[in-house]
């Protein structure tokens, strides 16, 4: 009779994981239903109503139902809404009140047993759970989408480390997810919005497979953490190091770094008699937005492999304003035109010039359709919008899809997949100079990043921008570099610069290595 029992309960559980993708979506669609018909609703009914503030009152209700609605179906289904809600919890791409109750989501995916943690440790390193740890949290610190993190110790080397390890069965799941939110991004850009969103949700599909291989994420990790070491004298943000051979597709080990998440830096300055609104806040914010914008200028620009995901819950304030990046699953690594193009778009973001942000768009593979008669205008802010964390004097909220956006007279038919990573990174950053209640523009700061990346591609053409920025790596006199270009009697971008000119009183090996 137990026999019996046991089998039916297998064969239930059976049936269970069959129908559960066709439950999943079922709810996905109901609810999507739900809030996308109330909203055309509200639409049609402030249509017939002539008084702003009245139409002003009757969206502000209709916001608060549809968050509402919204963070039911992130929090119920989980999985990928988790991560949707992380994107759409942002002042610059929804209503304020879907921002306060989505923000809400961060790390708050039902974790793991710890029953169940312990044996997918043991099963992906093969030893015994007690020989590996001395001490084990039994709390996850977090617990997010794909994965929840524990701090422990391990037992030979008493070193204090952060464990990540899968949620068993999450990666079918959030594949059932993507799919139903692709179909959901063909209806919206066929009748709603005027944006490529298809090709978004492809990126994020491709994203997700690759956030489920531990192994490929401890690579990442690794070299990005040796990029910024080798490039800065001090690298601007910290990157946790990896464990030595404990690394599986399914558990990550790496070094436990203690610090306070960004979001919580307000009232953590306050515990310590530090006025939030004070100079002494502003001066340490804009520190701490400054190193990290330099650490994704470098990655980006410079390297081409890059963190892909800085929504706050990944970015900690250690001492003395330090800042540390975590969580390697979402990276980057963009083509090599792919990078150029976009050093271009950032160069012409920087100087406000129009005519090389519609070059920049176009090398991009960004193919639009304009009904404005101002064309260039319309292009280059929309690239603002997109591209740079930089907002209009009085403004503190920007999005690409607000009523007001170049997007309603530049429609985008077409967005390269490897975009969106650069798009999401950007709309991140910018929410955190907003959060942080700075103005800060990456494109100007990136800017000679950017130049020094086409330089040494041999796309710049600009001999007195060559000279500044050979000036900038050797403290050579600007005068003087112009003086012996001239003795050289040839062109400085005729193959290999400088040709057979004695230039023994500079650093030919660094002029070269910018070359």
């Not at 830096?265 to 306050?270: F, Q, S, T, Y």
Request: glycine share 6%.
């Amino acid at each position: 009779m137990p026999l019996a029992l046991a089998q039916l309960q297998d064969l239930r559980e059976r049936i269970s994981d069959r129908l559960r993708p066709w439950s999943r979506s079922a709810q996905f669609w109901v609810r999507a239903a739900d809030i996308y018909t109330s909203y055309k609703v509200c639409q049609l009914r402030t249509g017939f109503v002539k008084d702003e503030e009245e139409r002003e009152a009757m969206w502000e209700q209709q916001h608060e139902l549809g968050a509402q609605k919204m963070y039911s179906l992130c929090s119920e289904l989980g999985g990928l809404f988790l991560k949707a809600a992380q994107i759409l919890g942002k002042p610059d791409l929804s209503p304020m009140a879907w921002v306060k109750r989505l923000v809400t989501l961060c790390d708050r995916a039902p974790a793991t047993p710890y029953d169940v943690v312990r044996d997918v440790v043991e099963k992906q390193f093969e030893k015994n759970f007690d020989d590996i740890f001395e001490f084990f949290d039994v709390e996850p610190v977090g617990s997010a989408s794909i994965a929840q993190v524990h701090r422990a110790r391990l037992r030979l080397s008493k070193t204090d480390v952060a464990v990540k390890v899968q949620h068993p069965g999450a990666e079918h799941l959030m594949m059932v997810d993507i799919w139903n939110m692709q179909a959901m991004a063909l209806f919206l850009q066929k009748y709603d919005i005027n944006f490529d969103l298809f090709s978004a949700t492809k990126e994020m599909e491709k994203q997700i497979c690759y956030e489920f291989d531990f192994v490929r994420e401890a690579r990442a990790m690794e070299r990005i953490r040796e990029f910024l070491r080798v490039t800065n004298k001090k690298p601007p943000v910290m990157v946790p190091r990896v464990i030595p051979g404990m690394v599986s597709r399914e558990v990550l080990v790496m070094e436990f770094i203690k610090g306070t998440p960004i979001m919580n830096l307000g009232n953590e300055m306050a515990k310590r008699g530090i006025d939030p609104g004070g100079k002494i806040a502003a001066m340490a914010k804009q520190k701490i937005l400054s190193d990290l914008t330099l650490a994704y200028g470098q990655m980006i620009l410079k390297d081409g492999l890059f963190h892909a995901d800085p929504h706050p819950g990944n970015i900690l304030i250690c001492k003395d304003t330090e800042v540390a990046l975590l969580d390697y699953g979402q990276v980057k690594e963009m083509p090599e035109d792919l990078r150029l193009a976009y050093a271009n778009l950032v160069v012409a973001m920087a100087d406000d010039d129009l005519l090389r942000a519609e070059e920049g768009f176009r090398e991009l593979g960004i193919k639009t359709r304009t009904i404005a008669d101002n064309k260039l205008e319309e292009l280059f802010q929309l690239s603002l919008r997109m591209f740079d964390t930089r907002l209009p004097p009085g403004v503190t909220v920007m999005s690409p899809f607000a009523d007001d956006s170049s997007l309603t007279k530049i429609g985008v038919e077409s967005f390269p997949e490897e975009l969106f990573s650069v798009l999401r990174t950007i709309q991140l950053l910018r929410g955190l100079t907003v959060g942080m209640g700075l103005t800060f523009s990456c494109a100007q700061q990136w800017r000679p990043i950017a130049e020094e990346a086409l330089l040494k591609a041999g796309r710049l053409r600009d001999i007195r921008l060559l000279c500044v920025l050979i000036e900038r790596e050797t403290n050579l006199n600007f005068t003087k570099l112009v003086q012996l270009q001239n003795q050289s009697k040839r062109e400085v971008f005729s193959g290999d610069y400088f040709g057979e000119v004695e230039i023994a009183t500079i650093n030919e090996h660094r002029i070269r290595n910018i070359l």
